[in-house]
């Protein structure tokens, strides 16, 4: 069973800070998604990297894919309340069908 | 793009009651999945659909579950004689390719009492 462990679980910071949430997994992916999930919703896609290495930026949001393409982070530069949210990152394996879900990271942004 | 629809978004069941919930995917998405989710976790795989197949089901789905989808189209998720284990958010997403990104829907919010 592949695992995609996250940390940290939960995270509360005030507005204006910088935050790191990373996403670890033993098993390789061909690519990895990003999620953001807010309270009685479903998750809404980020970011999908595909390359070992890539960086991509979405605004204040920065993800990063490892080189070996076990691990990816997710960087978010002067936060805001409305970055609060679950974040969940999700692998995809060559030639599966099926993304498996990180654990996730619960973050809340205090004003 | 109307987006994923799922029905209903609550549901309060006693324990040993059948329960079933609709998905409506995006009408051009030939991949349709299931998940669950408890609180606070991320989405567990149940199963998925390539048009009215079923390709992989995952053994978190028991006896007990059933999916369907009869014509491609929407998809129905059966639960026969729930349990309080069983109470959980049910996410329903569809995609139009292999290892594209899921679209999901809001979710039916299962409580087996």
């Known amino acids: 069973t592949q695992l995609l462990e996250q940390s940290p679980q939960f995270l509360s910071i005030q507005e204006g800070e910088n935050l790191t949430v990373y996403c670890n997994s033993s098993?390789?992916?061909?690519?990895l998604q990003w999620y953001r999930q807010e309270p009685g919703e479903g998750p809404v896609l980020l970011v999908t990297v595909v390359t070992g290495g890539e960086v991509k930026k979405l605004k204040r949001l920065t993800f990063q894919f490892g080189d070996a393409r076990k691990d990816s982070s997710l960087h978010i530069t002067a936060a805001q309340p409305g970055d609060t949210g679950l974040y969940l990152c999700a692998g995809a394996s060559f030639g599966n069908e099926k993304l498996t879900f990180g654990t996730g990271t619960r973050l809340t942004i205090i004003p | 793009d109307t987006g994923v629809s799922q029905d209903p978004r609550h549901k309060i069941t006693k324990r040993g009651q059948n329960v079933t919930f609709r998905c409506d995917p995006i009408s051009e998405h030939n991949r349709l999945y299931w998940y669950r989710q408890t609180l606070g976790q991320g989405p567990e795989f149940l199963t998925y659909?390539?048009?009215?197949?079923?390709?992989?089901k995952s053994r978190l789905l028991s006896d007990r579950f059933s999916a369907e989808r009869p014509k491609g189209s929407f998809s129905t998720l059966e639960i026969q004689r729930t349990e309080q284990g069983d109470s959980a958010m049910y996410l329903c997403?569809?995609?139009?390719?292999?290892?594209?990104?899921?679209?999901f829907g809001n979710g039916t919010r299962l409580t087996v009492t």
């Open positions: 659909f390539q048009n009215e197949a079923q390709l992989e």
């Open positions: 997403a569809s995609s139009p390719v292999i290892q594209s990104p899921l679209h």
């Open positions: 098993s390789v992916f061909s690519s």
